[in-house]
T-cell receptor, first 109, second 116 residues
Framework: DAKTTQPPSMDCAEGRAANLPCNHSTISGNEYVYWYRQIHSQGPQYIIHGLKNNETNEMASLIITEDRKSSTLILPHATLRDTAVYYCIVPLNTDKLIFGTGTRLQVFP | NAGVMQNPRHLVRRRGQEARLRCSPMKGHSHVYWYRQLPEEGLKFMVY????????ESGMPKERFSAEFPKEGPSILRIQQVVRGDSAAYFCASSVNSGRSTDTQYFGPGTRLTVL
C-alpha cells in the first residue's frame, strides 16, 4: 500500500468546515484514495473514495490534487458527532487495508 | 439493507478456553476480512476470505487462530486456548466481487473479546 501521512490531531468548531489533509506521494496511477473514520471504539465507517476526480457524497467531499500526491477530506458543516479518528488509506488491491494512526478530529461547541 | 453483522458483540472467556466470533457479510458480498484492534492501538489486518477459500492470511498469528467462510453460513474466526493478550476488538468487513481492482470494505460493529 502507498504510505500515507496525516496530522495526528485537529480541532474544528461546530458548524465550520473540517479540512483533513493527507499526503500520499508514492501513490500509483491506478490506486484509489479511501477515507474511513472510527468513532470512539465503533467499527470503522466508510466515508468516501476517489481516483483522480473530486468526489462528493452525503457525508463529505474529497479533493485530490492534480498530481494525486495529496488529498483533502472536507466535512462541510462539522457536528459534535463527527468527532472521530479519520483514516486516509491507499489500498493497492482488494486485499487488506493498512490503517495508520490517522487524524484525531475534535469538534468543539 | 442490513449491514455487516457480528456476534456476539461482547465475549468473555477464561484463559485456555476457545473463542468463536461470527460475521455475516452484507447481502450480495462474497468477500470477508477480519481485523484486530488491541487496546489503544490501530486496526491490523488478519485474514481475507472468499467463500470456502482463504485468500490472504498474512496477518494471522501462526498458532491458535483460524478462520473459515463456508459455502453456507457466516464466517467464523476461531481462537483456541485464549490468552490475556488476545483481549481486543475484532472487526469484520465485507465487500462485493465486482472485478475491479479495489472494492469498498464495509465494517461491522465488532466483537469485544475479554480474556480473564
Amino acid at each position: 500500500d502507498a504510505k500515507t501521512t496525516q496530522p495526528p490531531s485537529m480541532d474544528c468548531a461546530e458548524g465550520r468546515a473540517a479540512n483533513l489533509p493527507c499526503n500520499h506521494s508514492t501513490i500509483s496511477g491506478n490506486e484509489y484514495v479511501y477515507w474511513y473514520r472510527q468513532i470512539h471504539s465503533q467499527g470503522p465507517q466508510y466515508i468516501i473514495h476517489g481516483l483522480k476526480n473530486n468526489e462528493t457524497n452525503e457525508m463529505a467531499s474529497l479533493i485530490i490534487t492534480e498530481d494525486r500526491k495529496s488529498s483533502t477530506l472536507i466535512l462541510p458543516h462539522a457536528t459534535l458527532r463527527d468527532t472521530a479518528v479519520y483514516y486516509c488509506i491507499v489500498p493497492l488491491n482488494t486485499d487488506k487495508l493498512i490503517f495508520g494512526t490517522g487524524t484525531r478530529l475534535q469538534v468543539f461547541p | 439493507n442490513a449491514g455487516v453483522m457480528q456476534n456476539p458483540r461482547h465475549l468473555v472467556r477464561r484463559r485456555g478456553q476457545e473463542a468463536r466470533l461470527r460475521c455475516s457479510p452484507m447481502k450480495g458480498h462474497s468477500h470477508v476480512y477480519w481485523y484486530r484492534q488491541l487496546p489503544e492501538e490501530g486496526l491490523k489486518f488478519m485474514v481475507y476470505l472468499q467463500k470456502e477459500n482463504i485468500i490472504d492470511e498474512s496477518g494471522m498469528p501462526k498458532e491458535r487462530f483460524s478462520a473459515e467462510f463456508p459455502k453456507e453460513g457466516p464466517s467464523i474466526l476461531r481462537i483456541q486456548q485464549v490468552v490475556r493478550g488476545d483481549s481486543a476488538a475484532y472487526f469484520c468487513a465485507s465487500s462485493v466481487n465486482s472485478g475491479r481492482s479495489t472494492d469498498t470494505q464495509y465494517f461491522g460493529p465488532g466483537t469485544r473479546l475479554t480474556v480473564l
